[in-house]
């Protein structure tokens, strides 16, 4: 078993990271600060390959393996989680449904873009009343003589509006409950379909989250994704790959945070010693060091198990679960070793403190990951 | 046309430390291309592309040198295959020795049109190499080229000088040290790190390359950590930036800076 | 006469150092110069023993006359060959060190003879650590050429001649308008970093180095990436190495790169709004804060 990563995963990492310093951290702050969308990024992270990574190359992605796509949103989320989420989102949630759904003319017309990065996607299934309840969603798609009709409204839809392409969720066959529920590929600027106000939200304020509304919205038979009835299952078997990207986001809170408590506590000077020299700051940092390495072997295992084609529903939500919470309490400790300075806007970790938080809600709850583990260990 | 650029592969000093006796720990460095070895390789690319010629990299140097992670981070810049010589007689090889293996390695790939390197190399920097290579090589030098174009025979070089730039014409292969804001090097993208791999690397045997020995040999017989100046270290409070200046200013006069 | 020593000079000559070093070695000292009369005549009057002259025509540069210079000096081989830290000096001073199979060394503290072994005490990586190098057989050094040479005496003879020189022509010189500067020669200088955020804040520098009496430098990224000032400005290992009075670091990380090529000044005031950065445990006195704050508040101070 070899724990080490293999050179191309190497390169990679230290690819990204460099592309984070020179084109995301600069912006990271403002990002945060103005609640903006980093659009300028877009064309530069698709130049990268880094809006396609884990699919083919003749599908318009990078071809690299889960892990290395992994690391990648790690390094991104290092430098912003913001970016990381875009990233991410687009990557797991929009293009793996038609990937693996998607029949040749439904890839022919989105696959090629979507992977390379020319079109930006985003994930519709969130409703008001439909969190972690996702099938009791109410959003309705009724057959009409040439297609079918889009009714109802979403929440919390990352990348909206800036995307070009929508997976939006709603029951065909709303008796059926879960089970009457399709999945829809919806382009952006279809009559009636319109996007409502920004959230303003906690933290990954760059990342652009408001509610979609369809009113009406006729969409083609063609844009039927899989088949009617299978919505709630293309759903669950998206998200169990969404949270690998999630809980790759979260390491990369996790170690951002990490990095700037050891280089404050090295630096920082109390009773003639930096603060390193203390054991309680010497403990906090062992613990934080260890939970970090702990999430990032949980992350790439569950990383190994797609790239090995093995079932990684378990594995990705032990590495949900456990990189977001790490990713709290690392961010939370690190601004304990800051001091008053960590929760103040010259220091980064407040950011990375207020970023983590989401790790633990979207893409599944924490009490959802634990219900995933509860299953597989009871059975 | 074939271009070659000679590049290293080695650690950053910024990563090492130095015991009290002198001599360097490198055990917490982990090595990579030389940081301006991908401002020539770009450099060496865009002109490449324009020429339609072929970018081959070459290096020389100890243990590691070798090492697929080596030869596919240098592949991934932007070359098109590698030529490398490992040895680990190499490892602390003097700036003419290096020079004088990589001539050899040049004359092995052969109707080489021109050389390109980096300005220096971020741990030894002395700028030397290429100049000696060119000297072994009988071929003109010139460094701190911003840029190259032309073809094979009518190379068009642009290079710095005090007060401005320079443009020189050169008719035969010639040995150019890339200054190091020549070019902006692109980060590879996934799909070129991925191809990077798949890209021919030739190893060369040291021996097998009969490189004509050097006339004088170096022995270091002794190693001690340079005396820094000890500074004071005192930090001036800058709640009040006024205050600050005066108690800056009035240090330096006392200090008799001022 | 058999000379212990060349000196390999191109267009600029400023070579008293190495005129001075290469006297402390004893012996006869040659001059080869490839660039206009007037260098070797300055070089010729300098206190060496013999000049030769690669007179090649006004539009070739001095690195075409290389093969010459290599030749020359193979014709009488040395025990070392020096060269000052300029672009065509390293051209020419590598194709003498590849003739000869010479040592090259490039950042010697001190060198002496010995017997028949050559002492160097050579600074490394970035001038962290020193190496007591015993060379056996010929040496190539480049170091800090040093100021222009006094007249000293009756000039030595100028042999001149006439060699072909490799293919390289000057076809155009372009000037950048830079205003140029020997940091050498001030005494109190100020460096500039990323931190300043754009070119219009030089400004601020400007007025401070006006009342300082300060000339302004910078670190690699400002003078190259952001090319805000002639390249002649940056310090740092591959760039100018000084020695002043007083270096004001403003906005200026701390990293090696830069800091080996002050690690010479007298004193050394740091301000940077970041207290994590690496040059606040090399200065003498430093200010964590704001530097739009700080440099005119010192300004006002000096005023």
């Known amino acids: 078993m070899d724990f080490e990563l293999t050179d191309e995963q190497q390169l990679i990492r230290d690819a990204v990271r460099e592309f984070a310093e020179t084109e995301v951290t600069p912006i990271a702050a403002?990002?945060?600060r103005d609640h903006r969308f980093p659009y300028e990024l877009l064309p530069k992270l698709a130049e990268m390959n880094l809006m396609g990574m884990p699919y083919p190359e003749k599908e318009g992605g990078a071809g690299a393996d889960y892990v290395s796509y992994v690391i990648a949103i790690e390094e991104i989320s290092r430098a912003c989680a913001s970016t990381g989420i875009i990233v991410s989102a687009h990557t797991s949630l929009a293009t793996w449904p038609i990937f693996k759904f998607g029949t040749e003319a439904q890839k022919d017309q989105y696959l090629q873009d979507m992977a390379s990065g020319r079109r930006l996607?985003?994930?519709a299934l969130t409703e008001p009343g439909a969190g972690t309840d996702a099938g009791a969603g109410t959003a309705t798609a009724t057959l009409r003589a040439d297609g079918y009709a889009l009714n109802g409204s979403k929440m919390f839809i990352t990348n909206a509006p800036f995307a070009d392409v929508y997976v939006v969720f709603a029951k065909t066959d709303p008796e059926r409950g879960a089970r009457g529920m399709s999945a829809f590929i919806v382009e952006k600027d279809t009559p009636g379909f319109s996007v409502g106000e920004a959230e303003h939200k906690l933290g990954i304020r760059g990342s652009s989250t408001p509610p979609i509304y369809f009113a009406d919205c006729r969409i083609g038979k063609e844009a039927l994704l899989g088949g009617e009835g299978d919505g709630f299952k293309i759903a669950m078997q998206t998200l169990?790959?969404?949270?690998?990207?999630?809980?790759a986001q979260a390491l990369g809170i996790a170690q951002a945070a990490l990095d700037a408590a050891i280089a404050y506590a090295k630096e920082r000077v109390q009773f003639g010693k930096p603060i390193a020299t203390l054991q309680a700051i010497q403990w906090m940092i062992a613990d934080m060091a260890l939970e970090v390495d702990a999430a990032r072997l949980l992350v790439y295992r569950a990383a190994s198990c797609v790239d090995n084609g093995r079932p990684y529903s378990t594995e990705g939500a032990m590495a949900k679960l456990f990189a977001s919470e790490t990713a709290t309490r690392v961010a939370g400790k690190a601004i304990q070793i800051h001091g008053g300075y960590g929760y103040t806007e010259s220091y980064p970790v407040e950011r990375n403190y207020r970023d983590a938080?989401?790790?633990?809600?979207?893409?599944g709850t924490s009490e959802v990951q634990r219900m995933v583990i509860a299953r597989s260990a009871l059975r | 046309m074939r271009i070659v650029v000679a590049y290293k592969?080695?650690?950053?000093?910024?990563?090492?430390?130095?015991?009290?006796d002198g001599t360097v720990d490198w055990s917490r460095a982990k090595p990579g291309l030389s940081a301006y070895d991908p401002v020539a390789i770009e450099l060496a690319r865009q002109f490449a592309d324009a020429a339609g010629a072929e970018l081959i990299g070459v290096t020389a140097g100890g243990k590691g040198v070798a090492a697929p992670i080596a030869a596919k981070a240098a592949l991934g810049r932007g070359l098109d295959r590698v030529v490398i010589v490992e040895d680990g007689s190499l490892a602390d090889a003097g700036r003419s020795e290096l020079a004088a293996v990589l001539a050899e390695v040049i004359r092995h790939v052969g109707?080489?049109?021109?050389?390109?390197?980096?300005?220096s190399s971020v741990d030894v920097a002395a700028k030397m190499v290429p100049t000696v290579l060119a000297g072994e090589l009988g071929w003109p030098a010139v460094a701190e080229v911003t840029s190259i174009t032309g073809q094979a025979g009518a190379l068009r070089v642009e290079r710095a000088i005090p007060g401005g730039v320079q443009v020189l014409e050169i008719s035969g292969p010639a040995v150019l040290a890339a200054a190091a804001d020549a070019a902006a090097p692109r980060v590879p993208g996934m799909k070129e790190l991925l191809a990077a791999a798949k890209k021919p690397v030739e190893l060369l045997d040291l021996t097998a390359l009969k490189v004509p020995s050097q006339n004088a040999v170096m022995t270091v017989t002794g190693r001690a950590r340079p005396e820094r100046k000890v500074r004071k270290g005192q930090l001036i409070d800058t709640a009040d930036p006024a205050a600050a200046a005066a108690e800056l200013v009035t240090a330096l006069r006392a200090a008799g800076t001022l | 006469m058999s000379v212990n020593a060349w000196i390999v000079v191109a267009d600029q000559p400023g070579v008293g150092n190495l005129i001075?070093?290469?006297?402390?070695?004893?012996?006869?000292?040659?001059?080869?110069?490839?660039?206009?009369?007037p260098v070797a005549e300055t070089v010729a009057s300098s206190g060496v023993d013999k000049v030769v002259w690669c007179h090649a025509p006004d539009d070739v540069p001095p690195e075409a006359s290389a093969q010459a210079v290599a030749d020359t000096v193979a014709a009488d081989p040395p025990r070392v060959v020096l060269a000052g830290r300029n672009p065509a000096e390293r051209v020419l001073l590598g194709a003498a060190a590849a003739r000869l199979k010479a040592a090259v060394l490039t950042g010697a503290r001190s060198v002496s003879l010995d017997g028949d072994s050559t002492t160097v005490v050579n600074a490394v990586f970035g001038d962290i650590a020193d190496e007591t190098v015993a060379v056996s057989g010929p040496v190539a050094l480049l170091l800090d050429g040093g100021s222009v040479p006094p007249a000293a005496g009756p000039g030595a003879p100028i042999e001149e001649i006439t060699a072909a020189p490799l293919g390289m022509k000057v076809i155009e010189t372009r000037t950048h308008g830079f205003e140029e500067v020997d940091l050498n020669a001030a005494p109190r200088v100020i460096g500039v970093?990323?931190?300043?955020?754009?070119?219009?804040?030089?400004?601020l520098i400007e007025e401070l180095a006006h009342v300082l009496e300060a000339e302004i430098a910078c670190s690699r990224p400002v003078a190259e990436g952001l090319n805000w000032m002639g390249k002649d400005r940056y310090i740092g290992s591959s760039g100018a190495h000084i020695t002043p009075q007083l270096y004001l670091a403003i906005g200026i990380s701390g990293q090696l790169q830069h800091m080996v090529g002050v690690t010479g000044a007298e004193t050394i005031v740091g301000i940077n709004a970041d207290p994590n950065a690496a040059i606040f445990s090399q200065t003498d006195y430093g200010l964590v804060g704001d530097l739009y704050q700080l440099v005119p508040a010192i300004t006002a101070a000096l005023r």
């Open chain 1, 30 to 32: 403002e990002l945060d």
């Open chain 1, 121 to 123: 996607g985003a994930f």
């Open chain 1, 240 to 247: 169990d790959g969404g949270r690998i990207g999630v809980s």
């Open chain 1, 357 to 363: 938080k989401i790790t633990e809600l979207y893409e």
């Open chain 2, 9 to 20: 592969w080695t650690c950053d000093p910024e990563e090492a430390t130095v015991r009290a």
């Open chain 2, 111 to 119: 109707d080489v049109d021109l050389v390109v390197t980096g300005d």
């Open chain 3, 20 to 37: 001075t070093v290469a006297r402390s070695l004893g012996g006869p000292v040659g001059a080869v110069v490839a660039g206009p009369r």
């Open chain 3, 193 to 203: 970093g990323r931190g300043l955020a754009a070119k219009e804040d030089l400004a």
